[in-house]
């Protein structure tokens, strides 16, 4: 992640993953809405990708699969 903090035992990498058709409308009206992110949106293989947290830390993962 962009602080450092890499994958461990117990440290909220397990997570929920909910699919989008737009993800950077998305992300942009959930970080003015004051969603905390893990990192920035990331462009791969399967897709587009970025992690959030809910208000008590839990991690969600959203997506946007390639078409």
């Not at 962009?2 to 009206?29: A, E, H, K, M």
């Amino acid at each position: 992640m962009l602080d450092g903090t890499t994958p461990s035992p117990g440290g909220g990498w397990n997570r929920i993953l909910l699919d989008f058709d737009d993800l950077d409308s998305v992300v942009s009206t959930l970080k003015a809405n004051g969603v905390k992110f893990r990192n920035d949106i990331l462009d791969g293989v399967g897709g587009k990708q970025i992690i959030c947290e809910d208000p008590s830390g839990k991690v969600i993962e959203l997506t946007q699969p390639r078409s």
